[in-house]
């Protein structure tokens, strides 16, 4: 089956660090852009940051709101995508959703469950 | 940044009716735009990508137009299973941006 699935959320305290997965099942996400979306309690989707594909060295990109605190990175031999996630903040708390991108359309045409982060002493 | 303005935010309707959401671009995007629906507790599943093509599976009573920067969503015949979020996105440059979304309840 083709699915995404993410793991690592949970509670983490303000300037705390947390490392978020995702488990790709049924294709291979090393062809894929690969991207995380966050969405805080109650609130519209975020663009958080973008992995591309192989072919294109694995280069990433970040939203403002994250840049220089999270870094996005691949675990190829696990078909996994990972989001660090260092100096959190309040603000940072969101469900976590990965996202793939379609290869020759380029919209989010998967997304896994999500997992919760919760920034809070 | 391209920003991308959803509206309405919120919109009651009845079963059979047909409504359209808009997303207006900041600037242009070809038809570099996809839309959502959204479930209380659910990741958002794509409906229609590149402003017009609908997804496979997608029930054919969910079209979408574009006009320049003007984007459309339209439901027609609306069923129960549509009242939802829906979220325009635009995939042209980054940063990736989302609409506010636009709630659909039921009148």
């Known amino acids: 089956e083709v699915q995404l699935v993410e793991s690592g959320g949970g509670l983490v305290q303000p300037g705390g660090s947390l490392r978020l997965s995702c488990a790709a099942s049924?294709?291979?996400?090393?062809?894929?852009?690969m991207d995380w979306v966050r969405q805080a309690p109650g609130k519209g989707l975020e663009w958080v940051g973008r992995?591309?594909?192989?072919?294109?060295?694995?280069?990433?990109e970040y939203a403002a709101s994250v840049k220089g605190r999270f870094t996005i990175s691949r675990g190829d031999l696990q078909n996994s995508l990972y989001l660090q996630m260092n100096s959190l903040k309040a603000e940072d708390t969101a469900m976590y959703y990965c996202?793939?991108?379609?290869?020759?359309?380029?919209?989010?045409?998967?997304w896994g469950p999500g997992t919760l982060v919760t920034v809070s002493s | 940044d391209i920003q991308v303005t959803q509206s309405p935010s919120s919109l009651s309707a009845s079963l059979g009716d047909r409504v359209t959401i808009t997303c207006r671009a900041s600037?242009?995007?070809?038809?570099?735009l996809v839309w959502f629906q959204q479930k209380p507790g659910k990741a958002p599943e794509p409906l229609i990508y590149?402003?017009?093509t609908l997804r496979s599976g997608v029930p054919s009573r969910f079209s979408g137009s574009v006009s320049g920067t003007d984007f459309t969503l339209t439901i027609n015949s609306l069923q129960p299973e549509d009242f939802a979020t829906y979220y325009c996105?635009?995939?042209?440059?980054?940063?990736?941006?989302f609409g506010r979304g636009t709630r659909l309840e039921i009148k």
């Open positions: 996202a793939r991108v379609h290869a020759a359309n380029w919209y989010f045409d998967l």
């Open positions: 049924g294709f291979i996400s090393t062809d894929h852009y």
């Open positions: 992995s591309r594909n192989k072919t294109k060295s694995y280069t990433t």
């Open positions: 590149t402003a017009s």
């Open positions: 996105q635009q995939y042209h440059g980054y940063p990736l941006t």
């Open positions: 600037q242009g995007i070809i038809k570099n």
